[in-house]
């Protein structure tokens, strides 16, 4: 038995929220619920876990942790407007590649891929949850046209967002 404290991840924060926002009711809630645990355990067994066996550093130092979530929280908080790498880097106070290569060790996925992450699964939970019309929820995660805003969202999902409202897929 081991004890480590690992940094709550993209990926983690997303599983613990649809774990507590179960859309389903009755039986369906429970196996639902089964379903997120055994994903979000599989997740943090990934995350403390090199190829070597060897635990990943995740951090150098805490000033740079405070940039990287400042970084992750501007991606989240702008999913209307993407904002531009350069930017980001910009407003944290570190270079575009280290906090290129500082994301990715952080987070295990590139800014971009964070990003659209949350745009899509934001995407998702409007489709879902809000009900929303196709059309305004492409314009709600920053795209102009419907057709583009499908098209990524089939090759995020592999299935259009007309079909995720209904759970056909």
């Not at 619920?33 to 055994?38: M, R, T, V």
């Not at 130092?61 to 970084?71: P, V």
């Not at 995660?141 to 897929?169: C, D, E």
Request: proline share 4%.
């Amino acid at each position: 038995m081991w004890h480590r404290q690992i940094d709550l991840s993209p990926t983690l924060l997303y599983l613990g929220t649809s774990l507590l926002d179960c859309p389903y009711g009755r039986s369906i809630r429970l196996l639902y619920a089964e379903a997120k645990a055994l994903e979000l355990l599989c997740e943090v067994l990934t995350l403390t876990e090199q190829p070597g066996g060897a635990i990943e550093p995740r951090v150098r130092s805490n000033s740079e942790a405070r940039q990287l979530e400042d970084a992750r929280r501007m991606l989240v908080s702008n999913l209307r407007e993407p904002i531009r790498i350069c930017d980001i880097a910009r407003a944290i106070g570190m270079s575009k590649s280290k906090l290129k290569r500082a994301f990715k060790a952080r987070y295990g996925v590139t800014i971009f891929e964070y990003g659209m992450e949350r745009r899509m699964q934001h995407a998702l939970e409007l489709l879902r949850c809000k009900g929303m019309p196709v059309g305004q929820v492409a314009h709600c995660v920053g795209y102009r046209h419907q057709t583009s805003f499908a098209a990524a969202f089939q090759s995020f999902f592999g299935f259009l967002p007309s079909k995720a409202r209904s759970g056909i897929h």
